[in-house]
């Protein structure tokens, strides 16, 4: 069975950092891209970074740019997302997922991978 699994969401104040990690489990996605959504109370979801297999391509929505960088590690298979400056407006159930789909888009329009979520609440 193939898991997501993501940790490191709380509770913090503005201008605080985080560390949200997500631990894939069931089968490995070296060789494909991961990433990280969030879906905030009465929005849609949305793609808030993203990472190709090998590490070198990234894409960041334009909210998130320069404040969160994502990374990962193939041989853990495992996918961070560092967080800093964060802002009430980034309070949100942050996914972590994957795409094993044949896409040519970047980002990722699909992801077929999805983790359970992980609550992030930035108070002013």
């Known amino acids: 069975q193939v898991q997501l699994v993501e940790s490191g969401g709380g509770l913090v104040q503005a201008g605080d950092s985080l560390r949200l990690s997500c631990t894939a489990s069931g089968r490995t996605f070296s060789r494909w891209p991961m990433g990280w959504f969030r879906q905030a109370p009465g929005k849609e979801r949305e793609s808030v970074a993203q990472i190709n297999w090998n590490g070198l391509t990234t894409y960041y929505a334009d909210s998130v740019r320069g404040r969160f960088t994502i990374s990962r590690d193939n041989a853990k298979n495992t996918v961070d997302l560092q967080m800093n400056n964060l802002k009430p407006d980034d309070t949100a159930v942050y996914y972590c997922?994957?795409?094993?789909?044949?896409?040519?888009?970047?980002?990722?329009?699909?992801?077929?991978?999805w983790g359970k979520g992980t609550l992030v609440n930035v108070s002013s």
């Open positions: 997922a994957a795409s094993t789909l044949l896409q040519s888009q970047w980002p990722r329009s699909t992801m077929n991978y």
